[in-house]
């Protein structure tokens, strides 16, 4: 099993640390084509650093079809719009295209 280490804003790393959001939503470049289920997937904020395990993925061609098979809630959002609104800043829908995207189930580990 391999060992991952990602950068997440604070206000979604701190629903990682307390188990609120378990699924990373990312577009589907070269580092998340190399993660499998049951690697570690370490998050890090500001010199703080959390551990999971992945569960699992979810695939799909936009962000807002991915929302057709899991909640926003899971990945620490209010609802699809809010979730929308803020992930379109980081991946506009053409580059959602052209690389796909992928929701990364996560559980903390133990």
């Not at 551990?51 to 962000?63: A, L, Q």
């Not at 609802?79 to 189930?105: C, H, M, W």
């Amino acid at each position: 099993m391999a060992t991952h280490t990602i950068t997440i804003k604070e206000k979604y790393f701190n629903l990682i640390k307390n188990g609120k959001k378990t699924i990373e939503l990312r577009l589907y470049s070269l580092p998340f084509q190399q993660m499998n289920v049951g690697d570690t997937l370490i998050f890090v904020n500001k010199g703080q650093s959390t551990t999971t395990t992945i569960t699992g993925f979810v695939f799909s061609d936009t962000f807002k079809n991915l929302f057709t098979m899991v909640s926003p809630k899971d990945a620490g959002f209010n609802s699809v719009n809010e979730a929308l609104d803020v992930i379109e800043t980081f991946y506009p829908i053409e580059r959602q295209l052209k690389k796909g995207v992928v929701g990364i189930k996560v559980k903390n580990a133990k």
